[in-house]
């Protein structure tokens, strides 16, 4: 019986998985179990940061688990706190919560804010989160009832109540929705998962002025959007406006499971020991591997390089759009771009794959790029020639 005859009788049918059984992976490459090479724009869905396999990733592994797996968080571990340090010497924030995902990492998120909102106004009432149609948060709970596509809601109501959708990019929406009773606004600064749309700076910078009128927390999903991906180290940078919460996780370990919820020091102190846990975040494994993928984004100078092979990937779909006319909008920042395409995308993504190229679609008419941060020139010339050949196949 092959890989995937197995699967489909033994794993629980929650994902509707391509015809590949994938075995090794180094850099931006990927084969499979018969020997073929694939080019992976996908990358986890901009998990693997620094591409696969990454030496220094990989030797930091190693020796951590000739040490210490797992010792729970009712003690202290030095990969832990010195990553927790490096977190708050990238970006504003204080304090650092580490967990397993993004989810887990959205769920804290909004557990901290309800519990800063009451602790600060002394209202029982105050505990509203304002989250955007379109958003993706997650699949736990709290998460999913904050994702705003009511296809993800199906069949799992009653929902958490307390939270209010607005459209997204919507200032006079956000004017109306937030009130006294708001404990959050959580917003992603692109919309990945919904398409690839990024926030404009006028619906962030009114997402921060009204959390601060009205005492509550700005929270930002940052887990696609975070760790260099939008060619900074946090996509927020692009719009000048300072969440009082983060949330991250996909790039933050370069593929090993982990996610971080960063906060004001303010914020974070409204959380008293037993309020909230996670027995196998910031574990030691995990933390080193994160640590050694935030040194080699520094050492290879990866976020400034997300950028600036972002604008040339981005340059190279538009030019394509226009020879084929299969491409109507390229949209996003740095590596993390959408095109929208006048044909179906997942058609398109099939006859990538027959190519030799791993891309995901996100909409029925929007294909999602996000590759590696290591992800070279010629690589995304490669990429693009099997894009552009596929195109012609798809009516």
Known sequence: MSCIELAEKKLMPTYAR????LVKGEGVRVWDAEGKEYLDFVAGIAVNSVGHCHPKVVAAVKEQAGKLWHCSNLF????QVKLAQRLTELTPYQRVFFCNSGAEAVEGALKLARKYARSTSGREDKYEIVVARNSFHGRTYGALTA???????QGFEPLLPGFRYIPYNSPEALEEAVGE???????????????VIPATPEFLRAARELASRHGACLIFDEVQTGVGRTGRFLAQEHYGV????VCLAKGLGGGFPIGAILAKEEVALAFSPGDHAS???????ATSASLAVLEVLEEEGLVHRAQEVGEYLKKRLEEIGKDTGKLQEVRGLGLLLGAVTAVPARAVVTECLKRGLLLNAVKE????FAPPLIVGKEEIDRALEILREALVCVE
Request: proline share 11%; glycine share 14%; hydrophobic share 35%.
């Open 76 to 79: 202290y571990t030095w990969p």
């Open 181 to 195: 009773r708001t404990a959050a606004i959580l917003l992603e600064p692109i919309q990945g998962e919904g398409g």
């Open 18 to 21: 391509l015809p590949v059984v």
């Open 242 to 245: 300072e969440a009082d919460v």
């Open 365 to 368: 008419q929007v294909l999602r």
């Open 279 to 285: 027995t196998f975040g910031g574990n030691p494994l």
């Open 147 to 153: 994702t705003g596509q009511p296809r993800y809601h």
